[in-house]
T-cell receptor, first 112, second 119 residues
Framework: AQSVTQLGSHVSVSEGALVLLRCNYS??????LFWYVQYPNQGLQLLLK??????LVKGINGFEAEFKKSETSFHLTKPSAHMSDAAEYFC??????????FGTGTRLTIIP | EPEVTQTPSHQVTQMGQEVILRCVPI?????FYWYRQILGQKVEFLVS????????KSEIFDDQFSVERPDGSNFTLKIRSTKLEDSAMYFC?????????????????FGAGTRLSVL
């Protein structure tokens, strides 16, 4: 079955440290992939999107993600964490239709 | 910046009552969606709507649910007889027209959600 898996429901990093949030997909055909962020009491905001044009995708707020077909992964990274990055992050995919299939989400905590 | 707006932000209802959740999608968008997130669980797709009809629906979207675009701006989700298990955050989303298969790969813009509490 087509699915999205996010490893680590909670991730804590120190301010200024590297942020790495993991996402893997299960599909025979690479899907369109998205990362969304949800701040408290707000909706889901798009961080970035992979559409096969480039394997390294740059998004807003200094985030980027690299698509690796061999690993069926689309991990999200940011070189230096900021306190304002504390939020919940969702990886999502379009598997051949318009609906988004979401991962379970990763709550990112930034330690001062 | 254009945004998707949802009202109310929190709805409390008694089991068996009908509720209508309202959404105003971004004005030039043509594809509309409802998702829900039960506390502690994944965001789940409920239904997509295009050209005044449902284009896809999930197993969750049974006869108790319906969607409507009553005018040129609103998009509503109705639950006819609410159950305890309908308690969740409901998100509306919309996407703009673009190349390729309808809706596929298009960025979906989400509202802040309506928290539905069924007592």
């Amino acid at each position: 079955a087509q699915s999205v898996t996010q490893l680590g429901s909670h991730v804590s990093v120190s301010e200024g440290a590297l942020v790495l949030l993991r996402c893997n997909y299960s599909s025979s055909v690479p899907p369109y992939l998205f990362w969304y962020v949800q701040y408290p009491n707000q909706g889901l905001q798009l961080l970035l999107k992979y559409t096969s044009a480039a394997t390294l995708v740059k998004g807003i707020n200094g985030f980027e993600a690299e698509f690796k077909k061999s690993e069926t992964s689309f991990h999200l990274t940011k070189p230096s964490a900021h306190m304002s990055d504390a939020a919940e992050y969702f990886c999502a995919a379009n598997f051949g239709n318009e609906k988004l299939t979401f991962g379970t989400g990763t709550r990112l905590t930034i330690i001062p | 910046e254009p945004e998707v707006t949802q009202t109310p932000s929190h709805q409390v209802t008694q089991m068996g009552q009908e509720v209508i959740l309202r959404c105003v999608p971004i004005s030039n968008h043509l594809y509309f969606y409802w998702y829900r997130q039960i506390l502690g669980q994944k965001v789940e797709f409920l239904v997509s709507f295009y050209n005044n009809e449902i284009s896809e629906k999930s197993e969750i979207f049974d006869d108790q649910f319906s969607v409507e675009r009553p005018d040129g701006s609103n998009f509503t989700l109705k639950i006819r007889s609410t159950k305890l298990e309908d308690s969740a955050m409901y998100f509306c989303a919309s996407s703009e027209p673009g190349p390729g298969l309808a809706g596929l790969g298009h960025i979906q813009y989400f509202g802040a959600g309506t928290r539905l509490s069924v007592l």
